[in-house]
């Protein structure tokens, strides 16, 4: 018997499936996708080190959008001493062969979860069906996604079961564990940021500092980003 292929996606998301689009205009679903096969191990030590020679932990979660807007445990950093980490995460996003895809919804397009809930689905699943030949390429696939949103998590499992025989879900997922969830987050925070940047023209105050302007923002970030995209 062959060795069985198999191919991992990691799920994050960005924004609240309420409808009330106070709490935020855009709902996005950033999927990464790695196939075993490939191994990544050599860029996750270069990153852990990288990490480590600027005083964090090896295995520290990073959150893109706190270190954007120098919340949380950024708070007390710098612009340079940040931007320091968020680089060295493109690098690892650059140098691993992944994949990604992200699915948005804009909010002001709809009325209740019922109706975010449906296109959203429509999306994903019309993306498994397109990409059916690489999929069934496979053996195993895995979704890992930390369940930090009931709808969604009900949603995955309803987009999956085209493949239902060959998924599995992962138990007990969390951002700590895997640094290609870390990618997933990364991924969402930079396809919002070109949201509200083609929306209104300009980069937030706090994205303009970090980022060092738009032209720099679509140059250094999101060119290397969509370059990994998977359709």
């Known amino acids: 018997m062959g060795k069985t292929k198999e191919i ?13 689009r106070s709490s935020s205009r855009y709902y996005l679903v950033c999927m990464v996708f790695h196939d075993q096969e490939k191994d990544i191990s050599r860029q996750i030590e270069v990153l852990e080190q990288n990490l480590e020679a600027i005083g964090l932990p090896r295995n520290h979660c990073v959150h893109a959008g706190p270190l954007i807007r120098r919340e949380k445990e ?11 980490i968020f680089d060295r995460m493109m690098v ?5 062969e ?3 895809e992200c699915f948005k919804i804009d909010k002001n397009l709809i009325g209740s979860r019922q109706a975010l809930h449906d296109p959203l689905l429509q999306q994903i699943v019309g993306f498994l069906v397109r990409q059916m030949d690489d999929f069934n390429a496979y053996d195993a696939i895995k979704v890992y996604y930390d369940n930090g949103q009931h709808e969604l998590a009900a949603l995955l499992k309803e987009a ?3 493949y239902a025989s060959r998924t ?5 997922v969390s951002p700590e564990k ?45 060119k290397p980003l969509m370059r990994k995209r998977k359709t």
């Not at 990691?10 to 609240?16: A, L, M, T």
């Not at 690892?92 to 691993?96: A, H, N």
């Open 8 to 20: 991992s996606v990691f799920v994050d998301e960005s924004g609240s499936f309420d409808p009330d």
């Open 98 to 100: 992944v994949e990604y």
């Open 160 to 162: 999956f079961a085209i």
């Open 74 to 84: 950024y708070a007390n950093l710098s612009r340079q001493e940040r931007r320091g």
């Open 168 to 172: 599995q879900f992962v138990k007990d």
């Open 178 to 222: 895997y640094k290609l969830f870390q990618v997933a987050d990364l991924a969402c925070t930079l396809e919002l940021t070109r949201l509200k940047l083609e929306e209104t023209g300009a980069l937030s105050p706090s994205e303009y500092q970090f980022f060092g302007g738009s032209k720099n923002f679509r140059k250094n970030f999101l």
């Open 92 to 96: 690892f996003l650059r140098t691993c």
